[in-house]
């Protein structure tokens, strides 16, 4: 894929439907998906600090959430970029 192309599909028309496209056209903004990755920072954290107080057993799934939680920032803030300039 090109630097600078965006993912996309074309429908039976001819037209580009974008992932951006979509979630522009449901009322999802830049700030929502940001806003979304600030907070999944804060849960993360609060799933990690969790993970400390659950006993031995239990202690690596909980520790699993927190670094699956913890991989979702990234994305959330990418796509918040993506929607910045609607297409």
Do not use: Y
């Not at 192309?5 to 700030?31: F, K």
């Not at 990690?48 to 006993?55: E, G, Q």
């Not at 799934?61 to 670094?67: C, P, T």
């Not at 993506?82 to 297409?87: M, N």
């Amino acid at each position: 894929m090109r630097a600078g192309h965006r993912s996309s599909l074309v429908c039976h028309g001819g037209c580009r439907v974008t992932v951006g496209g979509v979630l522009w056209r449901l009322g999802l903004r830049s700030i929502h998906l940001q806003s979304a990755s600030l907070g999944s920072v804060a849960l993360c954290i609060g799933l990690w600090i969790r993970a400390k107080t659950v006993d031995q057993d239990e202690r690596g799934n909980a520790e699993r959430r927190a670094l699956f939680v913890g991989l979702w920032p990234p994305m959330l803030w990418l796509i918040g970029d993506s929607l910045q300039e609607p297409d």
